[in-house]
């Protein structure tokens, strides 16, 4: 789908299936062209996600939408209004889930995790094709490439290793959900290519200078 057909489908109201044709044209393409298509959907998506309630959504939307605003067009500047419009929106439902205890310190530390992770595989060469994507219930934190490979990676992020390393939080139903989300992702996307299941670990805290990160490569995930 073009990005031209992406901004109809938008028109049209049908938000989040725009959404996804956006993504899945901006996983080959970083055009200007796709990346107008890929924030304007985004934006989109994240004051949905803002009305749900849905707000460790929202956020990592956010950070989507603050990499891709210097690679879209902003002649008369509402690109730069957009994002410091869901900037404000995030901020005072951050502040409201914080004055009534609903935002969960793990939520935070999931999110920045995610973060150092995706910033650490692109700077192994790696290219990120999507992030945080979800098969129902089940989600699959980072999908990207390396070489012809399609590498599913799962993240774990804890503050210290004093109850235990992360990488042992991967049981045996987290495994099993792995495996279906990515059966899923292949089929939608009518991927024939091989494929690995990687785990990255992040222990450290939002204002640690060095998060210690490593990284487990072709897990078994039958077992």
């Known amino acids: 789908m073009t990005a031209k057909e992406i901004f109809e489908l938008r028109k049209k109201g049908h938000a989040e299936e725009a959404y996804e044709s ?13 990346s107008s298509a890929m924030f304007w959907t985004a934006n989109d998506v994240f004051r949905a996600r803002i009305d749900q309630g849905r707000i460790e959504e929202a956020t990592k939307i956010l950070m989507a939408l603050r990499r891709l605003q210097p690679n879209v067009p902003d002649k008369d500047g509402w690109v730069k209004t957009a994002y410091e419009r869901c900037e404000q929106l ?6 409201k889930a914080d004055n009534d205890g609903e935002l969960a310190q793990h939520s935070q530390m999931g999110i920045w995790g995610e973060e150092v992770a995706a910033t650490y595989l692109c700077d192994k060469g790696y290219t990120i094709l999507e992030r945080n ?11 990207a490439q ?25 049981d045996w139903q987290k495994r099993r ?13 009518r991927l024939s290519c091989p494929t690995r299941f990687d785990i990255v670990t992040v222990v450290g805290s939002l204002d640690c200078e060095e998060p210690v990160i490593h990284h487990f490569e072709d897990v078994d995930i039958m077992r």
């Open 22 to 34: 956006a993504r899945q044209l901006y996983a080959t393409d970083k055009s200007p062209a796709a």
């Open 177 to 189: 959900n792995l495996r279906h989300a990515a059966n899923h992702y292949i089929h939608y996307r």
């Open 133 to 143: 994507w979800h098969s129902g219930h089940r989600d699959i934190d980072i999908i």
């Open 90 to 95: 995030l901020a005072r439902q951050h502040a």
């Open 146 to 170: 390396q070489g012809g490979t399609l590498v599913f990676v799962e993240v774990k992020t804890r503050r210290n290793t004093e109850y235990g390393t992360p990488e042992h939080a991967v």
